[in-house]
């Protein structure tokens, strides 16, 4: 693993993805050329910007400035923050506003925000007039290095999380790391679960390299960009061999099996962040795997220990008010989108960097292993 790039210069991450290939730029301070960036992108459109009530107080004013000052006209669309917004009437809600608004299929509507409000927005473009196009601009950590890259948007259904969408890809993810120093630390740390993630799935040496910097990357050091970068990398690369998951993308699921049952079975609700459900299925798969002879006890216990010392979750006690039993998990878990003819599917792992795909996982061991975490 390298150093962390000492400047702090703009990186330029390409997806590449033919005649819908875009960029990710990270940066500090870059959101401020967010005008200039969609005036030469592209000239004459007008733009929708949707965001949630947090992030308008802090960024949407700017964001406003940024585009009137390069001549771009914007409206905007304010939604109630939290994966409770992510659902049917809040998305007819942004697709009957953007119409409202008289965005064509020339424009572009802004997602400003974090996962939720990227695929919220990017599900709405995805439909309204049968598809516009959209940017990304993602205000937390996990938005950053995960959510915004890649094209996966939609809602929650009372059966799961993110069961109705679209594979829509952005047109530009503009990913502004000062934007991560209004996050209560919470948040942060949440959406250091994804960043660990690209480590454990595939790259050993990043996450010994995590486990070095990751205070500087907290802080707001050099290693923020450097490690924004090294999984926007990660993730291109995959999904430019994979955009729809039909295979390897679905590696970084790693986690999320266990993580969006636990989540759902909280009711998406702030006893349980997404990053935090992520942070403790993660943990889940290493001591699946490593119960089922896969990985070392130790790996297992190093991806615990990393996890433990961030302030991340990893163990279900820790979720503040318990989680749902036995039955309900196993229920939500027979939804999750990797189940294929009812044959469950989960990334496991077979050491820290060593995670792949293994179908027809059996229910009855599963569910043995689910009362013995649970219990």
């Not at 990304?136 to 939609?154: E, I, M, N, R, Y």
């Not at 205070?215 to 993730?235: L, N, S, T, Y």
């Not at 295979?247 to 998406?268: D, I, K, P, Q, S």
């Not at 059996?362 to 009362?371: G, K, M, Q, S």
Request: aromatic residues 6%; charged residues 20%; glycine residues 12%.
């Amino acid at each position: 693993m390298t150093a962390p790039l000492r400047a702090r210069e703009p990186i330029t991450v390409p997806v590449a993805l033919g005649d819908r290939a875009y960029d990710i730029v990270i940066g500090r301070g870059i959101a401020a050329t967010l005008g200039q960036t969609i005036a030469k992108l592209r000239a004459g459109a007008r733009t929708v910007i949707v965001t949630d009530e947090n992030v308008a107080s802090h960024h949407l004013a700017a964001a406003e400035a940024a585009l009137k000052q390069a001549g771009v006209a914007s409206s905007r669309i304010v939604v109630a923050p939290g994966e409770g917004s992510k659902n049917i009437p809040t998305f007819e809600r942004v697709c009957e506003e953007i119409i409202g608004a008289r965005i064509e299929r020339g424009d572009l509507a802004i997602a400003l925000g974090g996962g939720v409000i990227g695929d919220l927005a990017g599900f709405a473009a995805s439909c309204v007039r049968r598809g516009i196009d959209f940017v990304q601009v993602p205000t937390t950590l996990l938005a950053q290095v995960d959510s915004s890259v890649g094209g996966k948007t939609g809602i929650n259904s009372r059966h799961g999380k993110n069961l109705i969408g679209a594979f829509h890809q952005p047109v530009l993810v503009l990913a502004d790391t000062a934007l991560l120093d209004t996050l209560p630390p919470r948040e942060f740390r949440a959406g250091y679960a994804e960043v660990a993630k690209y480590g454990l799935l595939g790259d050993a040496g990043f996450f010994a390299w995590l486990e070095q910097n990751w205070r500087d990357m907290f802080a707001g050091g050099p290693a923020r960009e450097h490690a924004i970068a090294v999984c926007c990398r990660a993730k291109a690369a995959i999904v430019a061999r994979d955009e729809r998951e039909t295979g390897e993308r679905a590696l970084l699921n790693l986690g999320h099996t266990f993580g969006h049952a636990l989540e759902a079975g909280c009711g998406f609700s702030q006893r349980l962040l997404h990053g935090e459900a992520v942070a403790l299925g993660m943990v889940m798969a290493f001591d699946y795997s490593a119960r089922k002879g896969l990985c070392s006890a130790a790996d297992a216990a190093r991806a615990r220990a990393h996890l433990a010392a961030v302030g991340l979750p990893t163990h279900v006690r820790e979720v503040p008010g318990g989680v749902p039993g036995v039955d309900a998990l196993m229920g939500l878990i027979a939804q999750d989108k990797k189940v294929k003819r009812g044959a469950l599917t989960f990334i496991l792992v077979r050491g820290i960097g060593q995670a792949f795909i293994e179908s027809n996982v059996d229910p009855a061991d599963v569910r043995a292993f689910l009362t013995d975490a649970v219990a």
